[in-house]
């Protein structure tokens, strides 16, 4: 199954445009059977948006999105109290506190962290190796060679899964880049187990450069 794994939608991610509306439709109208919805720091959209998804019969994926001093990190779990504890600034996963039903995806690793405003520099992925368990290697908003070669090099050192997500902030985004992951998916849960046994596939859509660039993460 195809599933992007990085998405944003208002208003939990003030940044984002994508109103619970169009998240829906998009889903509908391009029959998506799974996306992950994955705001900074906020589940409330995840709540809100699960039962109208189900009802078109689109299931929800459950993360956060964490800024930390190291980058960006999603943090994916079907145990939404333990999501609800995570604040869209904060510090870096630790591996010890990190439960055992959650992954850690590091998302557009080379591109630093966007609400941290921290910077990547080589060497960084000693402080999180244990702590992560994917790497982010295609970001829809982070697709040229020296961000995507990057995330390649540190997925390789840390020797974990690889995954894909659009970080769409706007409809259009979505699904620019995706995951595949082993069928079936039915939960949350499916997909931690992806992620930490290293069964994804990254891929991303070949389309026309944006003119424009959005600096958004
Ligand atoms: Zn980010
Ligand atoms: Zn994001």
Do not use: K
Not at 1 to 22: E, K, Q
Not at 113 to 126: D, F, H, K, Q, V
Not at 145 to 169: C, K, N, P, W
């Amino acid at each position: 199954m195809n599933v992007d794994l990085h998405t944003h939608t208002y208003p939990a991610s003030g940044c984002s445009r994508i109103s619970h509306r169009d998240y829906i439709g998009w889903c509908v109208d391009n029959a998506v059977a799974a996306v992950a919805l994955t705001n900074h720091g906020d589940i409330s959209d995840n709540l809100s948006l699960r039962p109208a998804l189900a009802a078109e019969g689109v299931l929800l994926i459950d993360g956060v999105e964490i800024s930390t001093l190291f980058g960006d990190f999603v943090v994916f779990s079907p145990d939404l109290d333990y999501l609800g504890t995570l604040r869209d600034v904060q510090e870096a996963p630790h591996p010890e506190a990190i439960p055992g039903d959650a992954a850690v995806v590091w998302v557009h690793p080379a591109a630093g962290g966007g609400r941290s405003g921290s910077a990547y520099y080589p060497g960084i992925e000693s402080m999180v190796a244990g702590a992560v368990h994917a790497v982010e290697v295609f970001n829809g908003s982070w697709l040229d060679r020296q961000y995507v070669t990057g995330a390649e090099e540190i997925a390789a050192s840390l020797g974990v899964a690889r995954t894909g997500g659009s970080d769409a902030h706007r409809p259009e985004q979505l699904m620019t880049c995706y995951t595949e992951l082993p069928d079936p998916i039915t939960s949350t849960a499916d997909v931690v187990s992806a992620l930490r046994r290293g069964l994804t596939i990254p891929h991303r859509r070949r389309v026309a450069a944006p003119r424009r660039r959005f600096r958004l993460f």
